[in-house]
């Protein structure tokens, strides 16, 4: 019996975001103030991520700019915002990210279905592989 990832969603009338703890690489491009949206998302307070400080288009842009994927929305009446092309890239001295839908086969018989951006691990040191988990930042990684 495997543990499934724990997966949060936060809600209001138009817009649902769904975070996925264990993908977030803890870039802070959601929530510090030169990059993000501080009065949508806070990890200072619980719940960390509250929907009514900000319009449904500011949030989605943010959701959009989330470097790991931890981060996705879907409409109301949608089932999810699915990107229809594949992109890889590699990002300088940090993780392989994966732009699309994908499905990753764990070893056994485990898949996860995937959709906007996964970041797998290129430093070989995350506690959460395949995915990156931010341990590149803490050892140095260099590519």
């Given at each position: 019996?495997?543990?499934?990832?724990?997966?949060?969603?936060?809600?209001?009338?138009?817009v649902?975001?769904?975070?996925?703890?264990?993908?977030?690489?803890?870039?802070?491009?959601?929530?510090?103030?030169?990059?993000g949206?501080?009065?949508?998302?806070?990890?200072?307070?619980?719940?960390?991520?509250?929907?009514?400080?900000?319009?449904?288009?500011?949030?989605?842009?943010?959701?959009?700019?989330?470097?790991?994927?931890?981060?996705?929305?879907?409409?109301?009446?949608e089932?999810?915002?699915?990107?229809?092309?594949?992109?890889?890239?590699?990002?300088?001295?940090?993780?392989?990210?994966?732009?699309?839908?994908?499905?990753?086969?764990?070893?056994?018989?485990e898949?996860?279905?995937?959709?906007?951006?996964?970041?797998?691990?290129?430093?070989?040191?995350?506690?959460?592989?395949?995915?990156?988990?931010?341990?590149?930042?803490?050892?140095?990684?260099?590519?």
């Amino acid at each position: 019996m495997s543990d499934k990832p724990i997966v949060k969603e936060y809600s209001n009338e138009e817009v649902t975001v769904v975070w996925k703890p264990e993908s977030c690489i803890h870039s802070t491009v959601c929530w510090k103030k030169a990059t993000g949206l501080p009065h949508v998302f806070n990890p200072a307070v619980k719940p960390w991520i509250t929907l009514e400080g900000g319009t449904t288009e500011e949030i989605i842009k943010q959701v959009d700019k989330c470097p790991s994927g931890a981060l996705s929305y879907r409409l109301k009446n949608e089932q999810s915002n699915v990107v229809s092309v594949n992109i890889v890239e590699t990002l300088p001295n940090g993780p392989l990210l994966v732009y699309g839908n994908l499905t990753v086969k764990h070893h056994g018989s485990e898949e996860l279905k995937e959709t906007k951006v996964t970041a797998f691990c290129r430093c070989g040191a995350s506690s959460n592989k395949p995915y990156c988990d931010g341990t590149h930042v803490r050892i140095n990684f260099s590519d």
